[in-house]
């Protein structure tokens, strides 16, 4: 059995390894082939390309790379027709995965493809949903209300579990055990695209250095030199991301998949991201998100257990006030605690919140 495994972020790169590990179990003589990171390739996996050299985010990063990822297209091809897998599983990564689905069903039609983490289309760009299930012959959910979604359009979904609860456990039985002498440690991360460190990072700083003492958080093969740029010569940049959220008072996190990792730690936060088009935010809101939230903290929960400072809430004088609320309020900690639990239940229990 080869399979083919295709991850272009940090986090997918994380989840794909735990699928690999579980795969390696079910077929110890299988033979694994990718594009990805580091936790694949120490999983046993043959990389054609590091997700390092993948991952652009925004209109600007994409046009300033098109050789690049045209370069990377090329590549997944060629190792595809070369490698003929059994199996292509895909993890996350839309804009270029789904391209991929499409020239393996082209080219190599005795493929089985999987989607593994698809797109979130319960949140926006719901056409994909289409796109998907024409493309792929399985689609693997981690949210338990993705099956349903998939269901109100005629397409199957199954649900097989959040890898974030088990692989982040260690770090969730860490700070249950070392409740005391937080003081006011604040963790800081920045994101784990070049552009969301440039664009949010010196803003986060700013409003951290008035409530303690700092923790910056560095993604996978970012350079130090990137965060060192922003910050001051006594602040402190680690690697251990999950060690710092399971340590720290409160947290700053850029949204995305690392405000439920802190959640599911259980690290107090307030979630940021810099939308350039900000002030239009209100008003096209309605036309490209289909959701209430945009943290998927509050998406899970189902109400605000995080203050997202997003769009036009993306300022210093914000993040200041939240994280002094945090870092003064014990009612409030504790209240997002329970919130916190409450979503952990969700996803370990496969219960449907919807």
Known sequence: MRYFVLAG???????AASLIETLRVQTPNAEFYGMGGDRMQAAGVELFQHYTKMAYMGVIAVLRHVPDIIRNFRIAHEALLSVKPDVLILVDYPSFNLKIAAFVKKHLPQTKIIYYIPPKVWAWKTHR??????????VWGIFPFEPAFYARYGYRCTYVGNP???????FIAHRSSCTANRSSL???LPGSRKAEIKNCLPV??????????????????????LYR??????????????GTLAKAKVAVVNSGTATLEAAL?????????????SRWLGWLRPFLFKIPYFTLVNLIANEEVIYEAIGPRFTQANIERELHRLLTDESACERMQQQYANIRKIISNNENPR
């Open 229 to 242: 740029r922003y910050m001051l010569p006594n602040e402190t940049l680690t690697r251990d991301t999950y």
């Open 265 to 277: 730690i259980g690290c107090p936060q307030v979630a940021v991201y810099r939308i350039v088009t």
């Open 204 to 225: 986060m700083l700013a409003a951290a250095r008035k409530n303690g003492n700092l923790i910056v958080c560095a993604a996978p093969s970012i350079p130090d030199e």
């Open 129 to 138: 949903i289409h796109r998907i299930a024409a493309l792929c012959d399985e």
């Open 186 to 188: 604040i963790a800081i």
């Open 9 to 15: 972020e940090p986090s997918g790169d994380l989840h």
């Open 164 to 170: 974030t609860v088990a692989e982040l456990s260690p």
